[in-house]
């Protein structure tokens, strides 16, 4: 059987949430129901076809007495019901969750609103996409390059709140589907689209007290350096590049063509990009310092500003290291240093637009692109499984083509489960054991996301750290929240024996690897079924998709995954001016998300059959996603008409941002919302108007008046309108110290949570995980994270180690208690 084999869904859901949850299911082998309204899907796109693929496509008018009794029909069949609608739409057509459910308590059904329907704020706002970014704080925060050169609101085509909702929910219904195995009961589940959306942007919503000023970016100390002189944000995108790290930046190759580089913060990756560019010696030679990087400023070695080993160096070497990368990458085009430092396990990856992306050799060999049959626009290339398990891989690359059915047509009957017979309460994964052996950022968020979910997690991370304190500490506070931390050298045998023990006890292991490391770390599938036959191992990586590709054994990291699907030459406009989306996490937290999701098929399929198997995701996966509307082609297909270059505030008139008399405000409405638009108080003589005339009527009429004012004006009349907020103050403003107590994860959208009690012995204040609402299951508040080392020797006594054995691990540099004296080095 297939992972969600057995399972029907029905797809209410229109645009890109509701459909791109279900069709993940499908991608899993659910049976997916669409239901569409009279005339078809309101997103007339491909993109919509792609994301419906599989489904068998239904038509009702849910006003009608017919239309609603054969909805009901459906579900009545149905395992799982979907649609991500305004909060109070389903409830007013008598298909509200509640009604549902008790009507079948074994039904999962999953809400997709763009706000949280306990936020009286902002629950019954059209939520366009861009008016979830505008209120999110998005467009104001696009990354560090926009801030410099000065351009805000920073617009972006790609429907980040969508993909993040989309695949927390489905991942969040085959975890009650799991757990309805054993309790059969089921779920009403909300993921308000803005939650999500917030909890992708959570490392840009960081703030740490006295944060040190070694971990600042050039671009951070230039930033603060002209807001204290009162300087304009002006710097031109070709004056940016010098403020960039060597090892976090564009080259340009022989053949035009730019490479992205990301290989600082690791122990290895700077010296080995330095190496296949021939510049290691001579830079070692020159005294570049390679120090610790867990040492203090004041114990670095005297004259050493910097060292290779901790992002980011310091403007002298910075300047230095990237005049010498860039003179050597001018000496062969950027493919073949793609693969000749990708061999060599350096991070980097050429520029791409996405359709070259679609015709790559590693995207169409890997499986991550499918050639799919679509009845309308024949044969595609779509993007393929987010989310798939080894034992599942060759199925996950057959996708059928959607079809229409009449309503009649679909055979139904009462669902077949068990009456419900566990309590209600207690999270989806109490009781579950994970072992979470991944660093950096998306590894770390599958385990964090499951521990809020009631998993117990074991972080495993190495004697000697591979990663500089920027990201395993500085990043870690988001992402290593619920875990207890244990240091150990997996190398060793008896390091090795003590893994054997923890694998034996886990139900899940994850790890961030590519299949050529995945053995040498003991995790051999077959070795893992010998060992522990119900035991799952959640492998991410970067390039990895259902089958082997040219790439597919590369080291990446998220910046890669946007270089290679084509976003940074999309958001930058061009492939000679490409720019990384946002600043930290665009994909990474998907990736880690998708994850997730992979691990709940695998628990499905476990409750079923009582065999573990091997979940998979990739980051390049996930950056497909978010570029869902772009990532298809066929014969016949046009250049997508999309908004390009850096000073594009929307996608036409009626959806774009418009500069108020204190702020901006983001605009969203239909063409055939003109007549109403019109009768908007200060925008009367819009009827009649297109293009180019209509934009400049909108630009001045707006610029007279304050945001609040518009925002009142357009919501009164049901048009969307938000103002362009800043992600910093929306984190101000939905604040909770966590000595006051948990932030309430069932009210507003928004939750942030401030760590007055943090062992770095500083606040830290990160996004809440509020995304999930679930009506039965609990959700917990993970606490912030251990020093790393804290329960090392709590883990070993809890697998049976004695006091003997342990202190003589210690002694031997195969286990520790901390990496250096303090939390974080400064």
Request: proline share 7%; charged share 25%.
């Amino acid at each position: 059987m297939r992972p969600l084999e057995g399972i029907r869904v029905i797809d209410l859901g229109q645009y890109v949430a509701g459909p791109a949850a279900a069709m993940m299911l499908g991608d899993l082998g659910a049976e997916v129901i669409r239901i569409d309204p009279p005339g078809g899907p309101r997103w007339d796109s491909p993109a919509a076809a792609m994301l419906n693929r599989g489904k068998a496509c239904v038509t009702l008018d849910l006003k009608s007495d017919a239309g609603l009794a054969e909805a009901r029909r459906l579900i009545g069949s149905a395992d799982v019901a979907i649609e991500n609608f305004r909060p109070g739409v389903m409830a007013r057509l008598g298909l509200g969750a509640a009604a549902l459910r008790a009507a079948d308590p074994g039904l999962v059904v999953l809400s997709l609103p763009g706000f949280a329907s306990s936020d009286p704020e902002r629950a019954g706002l059209q939520a366009w996409e861009a008016i979830i970014a505008a209120a999110c704080g998005q467009y104001s925060d696009m990354g560090l390059n926009r801030v410099l050169m000065g351009i805000e609101p920073s617009f972006s085509p790609l429907p980040l709140a969508s993909a993040y909702g989309a695949v927390l929910g489905a991942g969040a219904v085959a975890l009650a589907l799991a757990k309805r195995a054993e309790s059969g009961r089921g779920d009403a589940i909300e993921v308000p689209l803005a939650a999500a959306l917030m909890e992708g942007l959570a490392y840009n919503a960081q703030r740490v007290e006295r944060y040190p000023e070694r971990y600042k970016s050039q671009r951070e100390k230039e930033i603060e350096r002209r807001r204290a002189a009162g300087q304009a944000m002006d710097v031109t995108y070709d004056d940016l590049q010098p403020l960039l790290d060597p090892f976090y930046r564009n080259y340009a190759c022989a053949d035009g063509r730019q490479l992205y580089v990301v290989s600082a913060s690791h122990t290895a990756h700077p010296e080995r990009v330095l190496k296949g560019l021939g510049l290691l010696d001579e830079l070692i030679a020159a005294g570049l310092p390679r120090h610790d990087p867990y040492l203090d400023v004041a114990d670095w070695p005297a004259g050493a500003d910097c060292t290779l080993a901790n992002y980011p160096l310091s403007r002298p070497w910075a300047d230095r290291v990237a005049a010498g990368m860039q003179e050597a990458f001018r000496a062969k085009p950027a493919f073949e240093w793609e693969r000749l430092l990708g061999e060599a396990r350096a991070p980097a990856a050429a520029q791409r637009t996405t359709r070259e992306w679609l015709a790559s050799d590693h995207a169409l060999e890997s499986g991550l692109i499918l050639q799919v049959e679509d009845p309308d626009h024949g044969s595609m290339r779509q993007l393929g499984n987010l989310a798939w398990l080894q034992s599942d891989a060759e199925a996950a690359l057959v996708k059928a083509p959607r079809r229409r059915l009449q309503a009649g047509d679909v055979a139904t009957g009462p669902a077949e489960r068990p009456a419900p017979s566990g309590p209600s309460g207690g999270g989806w994964l109490d009781g579950v054991k994970l072992l979470d052996l991944t660093n950096v950022i998306a590894g770390p968020t599958v385990a964090a996301t499951l521990a809020r979910y009631g998993a117990e997690v074991i972080s495993i991370d190495p004697v000697v750290p591979s990663m500089d304190p920027w990201n395993a500490i500085v990043f870690g506070m988001q992402a290593g929240r619920g875990k207890r931390s244990l240091l150990m050298d997996l190398k060793a045998a008896r390091g090795r024996a003590a893994l054997d023990r923890l694998l034996r006890w886990a139900d899940v292991v994850t790890v961030n690897a590519m299949d050529s490391q995945r053995a040498g770390l003991g995790l051999d599938p077959m070795r893992l079924r010998d060992l522990n036959p119900r035991l799952i191992l959640c492998q991410l990586d970067c390039y990895g998709g259902p089958r082997r590709g040219p790439r597919s054994d590369f080291p990446g990291y998220d910046d890669l995954a946007q270089a290679s699907t084509g976003v940074m030459a999309r958001f930058g406009g061009a492939l000679d001016t490409p720019e990384e989306h946002a600043h930290f996490g665009t994909i990474d937290v998907l990736g880690g998300f998708c994850g997730v999701l992979a691990i709940a098929a695998a628990l499905l399929q476990r409750a079923r059959t009582g065999r573990g198997d091997v979940a998979r995701a990739s980051l390049c996966a996930a950056g497909q996603l978010i570029q869902a509307p772009f990532m298809l082609d066929f014969d016949g297909n046009p250049p997508p008409d999309e908004p390009g270059g850096r000073a594009v505030k929307g996608w036409g008139p009626l959806y774009r941002a418009y500069q108020a008399t204190d702020g901006w405000l983001f605009l969203a409405a239909r063409a055939d919302r003109l007549a109403d638009l019109d009768r908007v108080e200060g925008l009367q003589g819009v009827a009649g108007l297109t293009g180019a005339t209509l934009e400049a009527h909108l630009e001045s009429r707006i610029a007279a008046r304050p945001v609040a004012d518009w925002e009142r004006r357009l919501r009164a009349a049901d048009i969307g309108a938000q103002r362009l907020n800043k992600l910093q103050a929306v984190r101000d403003a939905h604040l909770t110290r966590e000595s006051e107590g948990p932030p309430d994860l069932a009210g507003p959208t928004f939750a942030f949570v401030r760590h007055d009690r943090h062992p770095s012995g500083r606040f830290v204040d990160l996004v809440a995980p509020n995304a999930i609402r679930p009506t039965e299951a609990a959700i917990a508040v993970p606490g912030p994270m251990p020093k790393p080392g804290t329960h090392s020797r709590e883990i070993l006594r809890e697998i049976g180690l004695t006091a003997e054995e342990i202190e003589a691990m210690i002694a031997d540099g195969l286990v520790a208690e901390q990496w250096c004296d303090k939390y974080l080095p400064a």
